[in-house]
C-alpha cells in the first residue's frame, strides 16, 4: 500500500543527528484516546528491564503526559553548551515540553511552531549513548509525524490501537503515513483488548475484540501483542509508578515485557536483513 502523494526525506548526515542512538522507535496511534503514552512509557521500562540504555521522547506538544505518568516535576539541566539533559527516572532518560512548559501551561502553537519544537527537542537534547529512544507522538498524521521522520532516521514505527472495528481504517491511515515517508512498521499493539474481572476470572471484551490482530493480518504487519484493560494499568500512570516498573513479574508486566521481546527482534530482523 503506497500514497500517492510523496514526501521528500531529506535527512542530514547521521552523525549529525542523535549520534549515540543506535535505535530511534516512533510510537504512534491514527487517534486519540488510545493508550499510546501508555504503551511507550511501558515498552520503554521493559526494554531497560533486559539491560538496554533507553530514552523516551514525548513528542505530543499539545498534551505532554509522560511528567505525570512517570512522576517528574524537576526541570532538565543544561550542560556548557545549553543542551538540556534528559531527566531520568526508573532508569530510562526522559525528555518532554512539560518539563519546560509547567503542568497548567497551554501550548497554542500553530504548525511551523510545532516543527521548530520538534527539532529543538531532538537537536539540543544531550542523549548520549541509547540503544533505543521511543518517541511518543501526538495522534494522527500531521507536522509533528511528518517533522520526525524528515528529520531523523527512524529505526521504525509502532502503531496503537485499540480492538473496535474502525481499528482497520485507523491502522490504515497511519501506515499510508508513515509509509508516505519511507518508514518501516515494526508492528501493530491492542491496548484495552479485554477485561479480566477480579471476582470470577472471566475474561470479557468490553470494546470487541481483534479489531487490532485483524489490522495487522489484513496489512501484513507483525501483530506485537494485546494489552489489558486494568486497573493496576491505569493507576500505575495516575500516581507515576507504571506497571512495567513497579510489578514487572505481574501478568500485565509481562504482558509488556513480551512486547518489548518482540520489538527488539523486529528491530534486530530489519539489521539483519540490510
Same mark, same amino acid.
Given at each position: 500500500?503506497?500514497?500517492?502523494?510523496?514526501?521528500?526525506?531529506?535527512?542530514?548526515?547521521?552523525?549529525?543527528?542523535?549520534?549515540?542512538?543506535?535505535?530511534?522507535?516512533?510510537?504512534?496511534?491514527?487517534?486519540? +484516546?488510545?493508550?499510546?503514552? #501508555?504503551? *511507550?512509557?511501558?515498552? &520503554? @521500562? =521493559?526494554? !531497560?528491564?533486559?539491560?538496554?540504555?533507553?530514552?523516551?521522547?514525548?513528542?505530543?506538544?499539545?498534551?505532554?503526559?509522560?511528567?505525570?505518568?512517570?512522576?517528574?516535576?524537576?526541570?532538565?539541566?543544561?550542560?556548557?553548551?545549553?543542551?538540556?539533559?534528559?531527566?531520568?527516572?526508573?532508569?530510562?532518560?526522559?525528555?518532554?515540553?512539560?518539563?519546560?512548559?509547567?503542568?497548567?501551561?497551554?501550548?497554542?502553537?500553530?504548525?511551523?511552531?510545532?516543527?521548530?519544537?520538534?527539532?529543538?527537542?531532538?537537536?539540543?537534547?544531550?542523549?548520549?549513548?541509547?540503544?533505543?529512544?521511543?518517541?511518543?507522538?501526538?495522534?494522527?498524521? +500531521?507536522?509533528?509525524?511528518? #517533522?520526525? *521522520?524528515?528529520?531523523? &532516521? @527512524? =529505526?521504525? !514505527?509502532?502503531?496503537?490501537?485499540?480492538?473496535?472495528?474502525?481499528?482497520?481504517?485507523?491502522?490504515?491511515?497511519?501506515?499510508?503515513?508513515?509509509?508516505?515517508?519511507?518508514?518501516?512498521?515494526?508492528?501493530?499493539?491492542?491496548?484495552?483488548?479485554?477485561?479480566?474481572?477480579?471476582?470470577?476470572?472471566?475474561?470479557?471484551?468490553?470494546?470487541?475484540?481483534?479489531?487490532?490482530?485483524?489490522?495487522?493480518?489484513?496489512?501484513?504487519?507483525?501483530?506485537?501483542?494485546?494489552?489489558?484493560?486494568?486497573?493496576?494499568?491505569?493507576?500505575?500512570?495516575?500516581?507515576?509508578?507504571?506497571?512495567?516498573?513497579?510489578?514487572?513479574?505481574?501478568?500485565?508486566?509481562?504482558?509488556?515485557?513480551?512486547?518489548?521481546?518482540?520489538?527488539?527482534? !523486529?528491530?534486530?530482523?530489519?539489521?539483519?536483513?540490510?
Amino acid at each position: 500500500m503506497k500514497s500517492a502523494l510523496q514526501v521528500p526525506r531529506t535527512l542530514p548526515e547521521e552523525s549529525e543527528v542523535l549520534p549515540g542512538v543506535r535505535n530511534a522507535i516512533a510510537v504512534a496511534s491514527a487517534k486519540g +484516546g488510545v493508550g499510546k503514552s #501508555t504503551v *511507550s512509557i511501558n515498552l &520503554a @521500562l =521493559s526494554l !531497560a528491564r533486559t539491560g538496554a540504555r533507553v530514552g523516551l521522547l514525548d513528542a505530543d506538544i499539545y498534551g505532554p503526559s509522560i511528567p505525570l505518568m512517570m512522576g517528574v516535576r524537576e526541570q532538565p539541566e543544561l550542560t556548557e553548551d545549553d543542551k538540556m539533559v534528559p531527566v531520568n527516572r526508573c532508569g530510562i532518560d526522559l525528555m518532554s515540553i512539560g518539563f519546560v512548559t509547567g503542568e497548567d501551561t497551554p501550548v497554542i502553537w500553530r504548525g511551523p511552531l510545532l516543527a521548530q519544537a520538534l527539532q529543538h527537542f531532538i537537536n539540543q537534547v544531550e542523549w548520549g549513548e541509547l540503544d533505543y529512544l521511543l518517541i511518543d507522538l501526538p495522534p494522527g498524521t +500531521g507536522d509533528i509525524p511528518l #517533522t520526525l *521522520s524528515q528529520t531523523i &532516521a @527512524l =529505526s521504525g !514505527a509502532v502503531m496503537v490501537t485499540t480492538p473496535q472495528g474502525v481499528a482497520l481504517e485507523d491502522v490504515e491511515r497511519g501506515i499510508a503515513m508513515f509509509e508516505t515517508v519511507d518508514v518501516d512498521l515494526l508492528g501493530v499493539v491492542e491496548n484495552m483488548s479485554y477485561y479480566i474481572c477480579p471476582e470470577c476470572g472471566e475474561r470479557h471484551e468490553v470494546f470487541a475484540h481483534g479489531g487490532g490482530r485483524e489490522a495487522a493480518r489484513r496489512l501484513e504487519l507483525d501483530f506485537l501483542g494485546e494489552i489489558p484493560l486494568h486497573a493496576g494499568i491505569r493507576a500505575g500512570g495516575d500516581s507515576g509508578k507504571p506497571v512495567a516498573f513497579a510489578e514487572p513479574d505481574s501478568p500485565e508486566g509481562r504482558v509488556f515485557a513480551t512486547i518489548a521481546d518482540r520489538v527488539a527482534a !523486529a528491530i534486530q530482523s530489519m539489521a539483519d536483513e540490510e
